[in-house]
């Protein structure tokens, strides 16, 4: 009866089975949408306001939210910080104790003495110089290593989803300003066509005009056919599929974010990454689990002692027994699983010293980067100022009546170019300071910092 309460003392689990069902998968990722319930409640439980809904317009900040609800990177590196927090519980795991009995029948026996022996013993492995500990602080430190790898995951998302979101914002403005080129265009071919009619202008200039609105209208339809796909980008990054984002409405404000002089001085930089960066932290926990690893190799060196206290009763005569064992250590000292985990120790040394130079080196070239690319911004909108002066004048001068029409339009024409000059040095910058967020992965332009998304979203 004793033995039969220490054995049920502790409650087994049973097997579940899980199959993964493809089809419905597939189909409950077809049916994710922007307006689900499901994702209001996860954006309230960020802190998103309430009064904000429905939401007009999904920019970075909107998408981002939706990113970490949707995106299956993120359930990867949560069930990466569950297997390791598994882990934890197995390291602390004391070594059950054993049990064994026996039952024995004399055919010979004096009268009167019962005929049976039976007996029970016990193995009760008792650990020795801070093992357990050992293990334990290992996998407490790659627990953690994998809980910082999940905001590592976190930005990378938001990453993708950033840089694929100003693509689409960089396509858009693109698309306006060629339906305005393509307008005056055509207006300057009516007017050639008019001018040619009279006798006023050549065929060649009429040609050549034609040729140049032709050419626009294809690049409109190549920059729309383009945005399709840049569309389908932010989807994917979102974790949604193309046809959710039917109807989403965007501004284009990724390309006019701005940081403030100050956040751009090479100290702050180079400080906010090294004590930002989330890959310094993790490989700052890998390290300590490999110096936990080589505690537990150098405990090794010390066997266990097994205890076996017995009981037997042999023929009416009761007898109690106290077994002591252990291993000796004769033939090594655990030697080959010391050297490896202090070279193991080394690796993660030089590993993380590597890592932190290669930041160093990002972070500065990033900034180099990004304030050269702020410095051709800033020269494409004095072109611009200076074009816009230009025009201003001429429209000026065409009310007047000292200028045609047809100049005015070639005017306005060299303006709209100077804005895609401006457009296209924007367009520069903002991934230029892209690339700099990700060397220091912080936002740099004042954003709200991620949330935290350790745990799973819950609706």
């Known amino acids: 009866m004793a033995l039969t309460s220490l ?37 309230l439980a960020q802190g998103y306001p309430e009064n904000a809904f429905p939401i007009k317009q999904w920019n970075l900040q909107e998408l981002t939210l939706a990113a970490f609800l949707y995106n299956p990177q993120l359930d990867v590196a949560r069930a990466q910080w569950h297997a ?6 197995t390291a602390g795991q004391k070594p059950n104790p ?9 055919s010979q026996t004096d009268g009167g003495i019962s005929p049976w022996t039976y007996g029970i013993s016990f193995a009760v492995t008792i650990e020795t110089s801070g093992k357990r500990q050992a293990r334990m602080d290992q996998a407490a430190s790659l627990s953690e290593a994998t809980r910082i790898d999940i905001g590592q995951s976190a930005w990378q998302v938001r990453s993708q989803l950033r840089d694929s979101l100003l693509e689409y914002q960089a396509a858009l403005r693109q698309v306006g300003l060629l339906q305005r080129e393509v307008a005056l265009h055509e207006e300057i071919v009516q007017m050639l066509e008019k001018r040619v009619q009279a006798g006023l202008a050549s065929s060649i200039d009429l040609n050549n005009a034609r040729l140049q609105w032709q050419k626009a209208r294809h690049a409109v339809e190549a920059e729309k056919d383009r945005m399709a796909g840049l569309r389908t980008a932010v989807a994917i990054a979102v974790g949604l599929p193309a046809s959710a984002l039917d109807g989403m409405q965007c501004d284009t404000a990724l390309l006019d974010r701005a940081v403030a002089t100050e956040n751009l001085s090479a100290d702050n930089i180079r400080r906010t990454g090294l004590l930002n960066r989330l890959d310094i932290r993790s490989a700052l926990a890998r390290y300590a689990a490999a110096e936990a690893n080589l505690r537990l190799e150098i405990a090794r060196q010390h066997q266990d002692i097994t205890l076996g206290p017995g009981y037997l009763w042999d023929q009416g005569d009761v ?46 070239q990033s900034l180099i980067n990004h304030l050269a690319a702020m410095e051709r911004t800033a020269k494409a909108q004095q072109l611009l100022a200076a074009q816009q002066q230009r025009t201003a004048q001429t429209e000026r001068q065409f009310e007047a009546g000292h200028v045609d029409r047809l100049e005015l339009a070639q005017t306005r024409l ?34 709200a910092p991620l949330p935290e998304i350790a745990q799973e979203a819950t609706p």
Request: include cysteine; proline fraction near 3%.
């Open 7 to 43: 054995l049920g003392a502790c409650a087994t689990q049973t097997y579940e089975a899980k199959p993964i069902a493809p089809a419905q998968l597939a189909d409950s990722f077809s049916q994710r949408t922007l307006d689900s319930t499901e994702l209001h409640n996860y954006m």
């Open 84 to 89: 390791a927090q598994a882990a934890e519980i």
């Open 98 to 106: 054993g049990v064994s009995g026996g039952l024995t029948h004399h």
């Open 319 to 364: 007898q109690w027994s106290l077994g002591l064992s252990t291993l000796l250590n004769l033939m090594n000292k655990n030697e080959g699983p010391i050297a490896e985990a202090r070279a193991a120790r080394e690796l993660q040394a030089s590993q993380f010293n590597a890592l932190q130079t290669h930041i160093i080196g990002e972070l500065e």
């Open 414 to 447: 060299e303006t709209l170019s100077a804005e895609q000059g401006l457009l296209d040095a924007q367009t520069h910058a903002q991934r230029a300071l892209n690339t700099l967020e990700d060397a220091v992965q912080r936002p740099l332009d004042g954003s």
